[in-house]
């Protein structure tokens, strides 16, 4: 069997993954981290995007966008705490459109420096979210 590391993926919700891992992929606040068993202990915060996450014995990867959140790596666990999380297959590419659609309308209508921070956020996310559907339409 190959060398595997334990996952979690959990949001405030609810767990979404929970498993043995080839190896795991998510978007680091510095940059793309690719995190194999016997990884270096870190934490870190992760940016809106694909966490992806590579099954023992399988072609295919499992496929999750998280909004954000704090990563905490060990020798023999990962551990993504997500501020929202979902499974790639239970992403809907035309709410994210129109959710995307919204968002800027409400930047456009924002009346105070709080209100234009809180859209623009908005709007990282949903187009973090859009480009994670449109990649992981492609690997299917």
């Known amino acids: 069997m190959a060398n595997t590391i ?5 949001s405030a919700e609810e767990s979404i993954f929970s498993g043995e891992a080839e190896f795991v992929v998510l978007p680091g606040e510095a940059g793309e981290l690719g995190i194999y068993a016997q990884h270096t202990p ?3 915060r992760i940016k809106p995007g694909a966490v992806r996450i590579k099954l023992p014995g ?9 909004a954000g959140g704090i990563l905490e790596v060990q020798p023999k666990t990962v551990t993504v705490l997500a501020d929202t999380a979902i499974r790639g297959h239970d ?3 035309a709410k994210a459109e129109e ?5 800027e309308e409400t930047l456009r209508n ?3 420096q709080l209100e234009v921070a809180t859209a ?3 709007l990282a996310t949903l ?6 559907i449109r990649k992981f339409r492609q690997k299917r």
């Open 6 to 10: 334990h996952v979690d993926v959990v």
């Open 120 to 122: 623009q956020a908005e």
């Open 99 to 103: 959710a995307r659609k919204q968002a």
């Open 91 to 93: 992403l809907d590419e």
């Open 58 to 66: 399988r072609d295919d990867e499992e496929f999750v966008f998280v």
């Open 42 to 44: 870190l934490i870190t």
């Open 110 to 112: 924002a009346k105070g």
């Open 127 to 132: 187009a973090a979210q859009i480009a994670s």
